[in-house]
């Protein structure tokens, strides 16, 4: 049985590694995530999950190996806030905005359906969750921590 392409897969990481003077907090990783699961990235503080986050959507550099997202990396994606959404530090959103106006301004800004955030929301079980979409990010990821 031969291999799948790559573009067969939502996200393709291989041999990723990444050091931060001269400490390796990544070392050789590789999974696959298919088109259409939802996946939890699950591992103690301090374990690399937000750096590999942030190698897969580009916000850094591997030292090496490569991070796909439907066959291409981040950077070439023609539109990748309409293939990609992350929030990986809560911090980073306004302070007075809910999760669901931060999902409201990205979708605005993206030319995204409004309808969409919704539908996101019940895809991953967070509509009908304590706080809903309307908590702040904070709440927002400690209900999907509930909810695993």
Do not use: C, W
């Not at 001269?22 to 699961?37: M, N, R, W």
């Not at 301090?46 to 580009?58: A, N, P």
């Not at 999902?103 to 800004?109: G, P």
Request: charged fraction near 20%; avoid cysteine.
């Amino acid at each position: 049985m031969s291999r799948p392409d790559t573009a067969a897969y939502a996200i393709e990481v291989r041999a990723l590694s990444k050091s931060y003077g001269g400490k390796l907090v990544i070392d050789d990783l590789s999974f696959v995530v298919e088109p259409g699961t939802v996946t939890g990235f699950l591992g103690p503080n301090g374990s690399g999950k937000s750096t590999t986050m942030r190698l897969i959507v580009g916000l850094d550099r591997p030292s090496a190996g490569t991070a796909l997202i439907g066959g291409v990396e981040y950077a070439q994606l023609h539109r990748p806030l309409l293939t990609v959404g992350t929030l990986l530090d809560s911090e980073a959103v306004h302070p007075g905005r809910t999760a669901y106006d931060h999902l409201l301004y990205l979708a605005q800004t993206q030319r995204i359906p409004v309808t969409r955030i919704i539908d996101v929301l019940k895809l991953v079980g967070l509509r009908d969750v304590s706080g809903g979409a309307h908590s702040a990010p904070e709440s927002l990821h400690s209900s999907l921590l509930d909810s695993l």
